[in-house]
Structure formats: structure tokens, C-alpha cells
């Protein structure tokens, strides 16, 4: 069990996709969120070499400005075949090629240039770490994955970032493709949640958010 999170927290991200994601998670729990962006926080460079270092770094620096308790999440997209990159550098590849859809080309492509066509050989997962700090220095992660594969062409418009190359194991559409409610999948029942995100966020909340 960990500290409970009550009343304020600021929500450590300047991704407006990320920011509604974790509005959506946090809204059932009667948390009030502030973003970075409201409270003009400024963006710590990301120097980890693991998700969770990335997410504390930016929750570590949220909640020494803001004083008050700050959720940061630090994500990214592994392709096996690739290393498991873009990994940590997921965001930083779509900003180096111009956008998603070209950084979803360049993944493509490097899939090819290695023959990778058949879905064994497209393998990939979604990496979530979430970090929660507060002012005195109290700090939890945790972090979560959901597997699937690299599908060609992206398909969906709806979410975010790589979500139309992506499709989840048991599924036969990709992320981009589904509803908010049905990416994350948060079950009424307590049974597993859907995207990594959503999964993290179910360990914070049994941890921190109930009880
Ligand atoms: P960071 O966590 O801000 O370093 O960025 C992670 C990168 O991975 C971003 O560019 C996101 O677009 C991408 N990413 C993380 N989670 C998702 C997701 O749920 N769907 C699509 N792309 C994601």
C-alpha cells in the first residue's frame, strides 16, 4: 500500500494527448488536476536512461516548483526488432522527421530494410512508467506494458502519437482505431485494463487512489 494522493496534484506533462489521458484516468477519483502548462512549469531536460528515472525526473521537478504533489509519466514505443527502439526516444524521433506519421515511416522502413513482414517479426510494446512525488520528498512508480504489433499501413485517426501503427495482442484494431474508453479498458469488474497507461494507473490506483 502506498501514500495515499488526495486533493491537488499537478499533472507533470506538457503533451496535450498525455494530459487527457490522465485527466480521463484520474476523473473517477475526485483528484483535481492542474497541468504543467497551466502552472507555467518549466520542462526538466529527460536525461534517464529508464522510463521511471525520466518520469521521476519530470514529478521531482514539478513538485519542488509547484509544492504540491505532481504525477508525471514518462512513455514510449519498443519495437523488438529494432532494439526495442524508438523506446525513450519515441517522442524525440517524431520531433527529428516532422511528425508521427513520418517517425511511423521511418519505422516502417527499418522494419523492411531488416525483412520484417510477418507479425512475429513486427513485435512491439507500449511502455508506460508513472511516477507520483510529493513536496516532501515521498516519492512512488510504477510501471506497466501492453504487447501487440506494428501494423503497415497506420490505420484510425483517433488517440495519439503512434497509436494507428499499433495494434494490441487479442485485437484486430489498432489503438488508433479505438475509443478512449476502449484503449484504456479500465473494467468495472477489477479484471486487467488494456493500454499500458491504463495499466500503470490501475497499479497507482490500488496503491494510492483507494481505500
Ligand atoms: P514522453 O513520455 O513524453 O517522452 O513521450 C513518449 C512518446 O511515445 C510520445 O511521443 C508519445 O507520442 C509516444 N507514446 C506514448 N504513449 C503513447 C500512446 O499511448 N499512444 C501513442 N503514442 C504514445
Not at 123 to 131: E, P
Request: hydrophobic share 40%; charged share 25%.
Amino acid at each position: 500500500m502506498g501514500r495515499r494522493l488526495e486533493g491537488r496534484v499537478v499533472i507533470a506533462t506538457h503533451n496535450a494527448g498525455k494530459l487527457r489521458e490522465m485527466r480521463e484516468l484520474l476523473a473517477p477519483y475526485g483528484v483535481a488536476c492542474q497541468s504543467a502548462a497551466e502552472l507555467d512549469l518549466p520542462e526538466p531536460p529527460e536525461t534517464g536512461e529508464t522510463f521511471i528515472e525520466n518520469a521521476l525526473i519530470k514529478a521531482r521537478s514539478a513538485a519542488t516548483i509547484a509544492r504540491l504533489p505532481a504525477f508525471a509519466d514518462d512513455s514510449g514505443l519498443c519495437v523488438s526488432s529494432l532494439n526495442n527502439e524508438p523506446g525513450l526516444h519515441s517522442a524525440r524521433l517524431a520531433r527529428d522527421v516532422g511528425g508521427f506519421p513520418q517517425a511511423m515511416g521511418v519505422i516502417e522502413q527499418r522494419l523492411q530494410e531488416r525483412g520484417c513482414i510477418a507479425p512475429d517479426q513486427r513485435r512491439a510494446h507500449f511502455v508506460s512508467a508513472l511516477a507520483l512525488v510529493w513536496p516532501d520528498g515521498h516519492e512512488e512508480t510504477f510501471e506497466a506494458r501492453v504487447d501487440g504489433v506494428i501494423v503497415n499501413p497506420p490505420r484510425g485517426s483517433a488517440g495519439f502519437g503512434y497509436d494507428p501503427a499499433f495494434e494490441p495482442d487479442g485485437y484486430d484494431r489498432t489503438f488508433g482505431e479505438m475509443s478512449a474508453e476502449e484503449k484504456h479498458g479500465i473494467p468495472a469488474d477489477g479484471s486487467r485494463a488494456l493500454s499500458h497507461r491504463a495499466r500503470a494507473f490501475q497499479a497507482l490506483a490500488k496503491a494510492c487512489l483507494r481505500g
